[in-house]
C-alpha cells in the first residue's frame, strides 16, 4: 500500500514505499509551476496548518502515472528500479583502484609497458655509445659529431610536432628566456661528454660520469638547500671508486677526464637551473621541453665547432673513409649516433612520465652498469681487477646516493601535505 504525504509547496514532495530501494524526490527534478500546479490538483483536502490529509489508493495510482507524463522536464527517468544501487557500487569498484572488482590485467599491462620502456632505453643507449665510439675511433672530431647528433634531435622533434604525433607546445618569450641556461648548460655537457668519449674508453667516462651526485649536492648546498648526512655520506663511495678507477684506467687521458668532469657539471646546473627557471611553464611536458632544449644547443653549439675544427673536417672525412673503406658504412654509423641519441634521451623522459623518481635514479644507475659492461665486452677493452673493483664502488656509492635523496624528497612532502 502506498500512502501519500502532501506537504505545503516549499516543502518536497514525496512517494514512498516500505521498500527501503523505491524512493521518488521529484521536488529536484519538477519546474516549480508544475509542482504547484500538480499538489493543487490532487489535494484531498485543504491543509491546515502542519496536518496532513490522505487520498484514496486510486488517486494515488492516478498521481504517479501523472507525474510519468513529466518525464519531458526531468533531468533523468524517474522509474522505479531495484538496481540502481548495485549498479553504482559495480561502477563505483571499477573506477576505484582499491574496488574489489579491478581488472586483473591492469597491472599485468602497467608492468609490461614499464619493461618494455626501460628496455628501449637501455638498449637505445648502448646502441649510441657503441656507435658514437666507432664514429670518433675513425673521426676524432667530437664538436661536429656532437652537433649532428643534435641536428638530428631537432628534426626529429620538428616532424614530431608537424604531424600532430606530440602536441606542439605554444612558446612565449618568457619561455624562450628561461629556455636559454638550461639548454647553454646542456650543450655544456653534450659537448665535454663527446670530448671524453673521443680520448678514453667509454667506460671509463661513464665512471666518471656516475660522480654527477657529487656535483649535485655540492652546487645545491651552495644556493641554500639542505641535506641530511645519508646523503653526504652516500657520495663518500662515489668519490672513492671513481678515484680508484682513474689511477687504475689502462686509456686514461687527462683530457678525457677533464671532459667527463665537465660534463657532470653541465648537466646538474642544466638541472638546478631548469627547476628554478622553468618552474612557471608546467604546461611544457618533458619531451617537448626536451626538444625545445635541444634545437637550441644545436643553435649554440655548431657556430663554435666550426671555429674549433672546422678547418680540420675535410682532410679528417677523408682519412676517415680510407680507414673503414665503404662511405655508407661511416654515414650509417653516424646516423645512427645520432638517431640513438635522441631516442634514448626521449625513452628517458618518458621512463620518467611513467615511474617514480626514485625508481627512474635505481634505472640510471643500472643502465650504466649496463653500458659499461657492454661496451667492454664490444670494444674488449682491458680491465684490471682494482679498476673493475673502483667502478663497482662508484656505482654503488650512486644507488645509495638515490636512496637517501628520494627518502629526503619523500618526507619534504610528507611535510607539505601535514601543513
Known amino acids: 500500500m502506498l500512502s501519500s504525504n502532501v506537504v505545503p509547496s516549499s516543502s518536497p514532495l514525496t512517494f514512498t514505499k516500505p521498500n527501503p530501494h523505491f524512493f521518488i524526490n521529484a521536488s529536484s527534478h519538477l519546474k516549480p509551476n508544475l509542482l504547484t500546479r ?119 622533434m620538428l616532424v614530431l610536432w608537424s604531424s600532430k604525433l606530440q602536441p606542439c607546445p605554444k612558446i612565449s618569450k618568457p619561455f624562450i628566456v ?38 649535485s649536492v655540492i652546487f ?45 657539471v653541465g648537466f646538474v646546473l642544466r638541472n638546478i637551473y631548469s627547476k628554478r627557471s622553468l618552474q612557471n611553464f608546467k604546461e611544457v611536458d618533458g619531451l617537448n621541453l626536451y626538444g625545445w632544449i635541444t634545437i637550441f644547443s644545436f643553435l649554440y653549439l655548431f657556430p663554435v665547432a666550426i671555429f674549433v675544427e672546422g678547418s680540420q ?31 634514448y634521451n626521449q625513452s628517458s623522459y618518458q621512463a620518467l612520465d611513467e615511474i617514480s623518481p626514485l625508481t627512474f635514479s635505481v634505472g640510471n644507475t643500472m643502465k650504466r652498469v649496463v653500458v659499461i659492461v657492454s661496451t667492454v665486452l664490444v670494444f674488449r677493452n682491458p680491465v684490471r681487477p682494482l679498476n673493475a673493483l673502483g667502478s663497482a664502488i662508484a656505482i654503488l656509492g650512486t644507488f645509495l646516493y638515490s636512496q637517501a635523496t628520494s627518502k629526503k624528497k619523500e618526507k619534504k612532502i610528507e611535510g607539505e601535505k601535514s601543513s
Open 220 to 264: 645545491s648546498s651552495v644556493l641554500g638547500d639542505r641535506y641530511p648526512i645519508q646523503v653526504w655520506l652516500s657520495i663518500l663511495p662515489i668519490v672513492l671508486g671513481c678515484s680508484l678507477a682513474a689511477v687504475t684506467e689502462v686509456s686514461f687521458n687527462v683530457q678525457g677526464l677533464w671532459g667527463a668532469l665537465i660534463s657532470n
Open 38 to 156: 500538480f499538489q493543487t490538483q490532487h489535494r484531498a483536502t485543504p491543509l491546515q496548518s502542519s496536518k496532513l490529509s490522505f487520498t484514496p489508493t486510486s488517486q494515488i495510482q492516478h498521481a504517479i502515472s501523472k507525474v510519468r507524463s513529466f518525464n519531458g522536464y526531468l533531468l533523468h527517468p524517474l522509474q522505479p528500479s531495484s538496481k540502481p544501487r548495485l549498479q553504482i557500487v559495480k561502477a563505483a569498484s571499477e573506477t576505484n583502484p582499491g574496488g574489489e572488482n579491478v581488472d586483473p590485467s591492469v597491472p599485468k599491462s602497467k608492468n609490461l609497458k614499464l619493461a618494455l620502456v626501460f628496455g628501449l632505453w637501455y638498449f637505445q643507449n648502448i646502441v649510441f655509445n657503441i656507435y658514437n665510439k666507432k664514429v670518433l675511433n675513425i673521426f676524432p672530431f667530437p664538436w661536429l659529431l656532437a652537433s649532428f647528433q643534435l641536428l638530428v634531435g631537432s628534426i626529429w
Open 313 to 343: 673536417w675535410i682532410p679528417g672525412y677523408y682519412k676517415a673513409i680510407e680507414a673503414i673503406g665503404k662511405p655508407s658504412t661511416f654515414y650509417i654509423w653516424v646516423l645512427l649516433s645520432g638517431v640513438f641519441y635522441h631516442l
Open 178 to 215: 628561461a629556455l636559454l641556461g638550461p639548454a647553454l648548460f646542456h650543450t655544456i655537457g653534450h659537448i665535454s661528454a663527446c670530448v671524453s668519449f673521443s680520448k678514453v674508453a667509454v667506460s671509463f667516462t661513464h665512471v666518471i660520469k656516475s660522480a654527477e651526485p657529487v656535483f
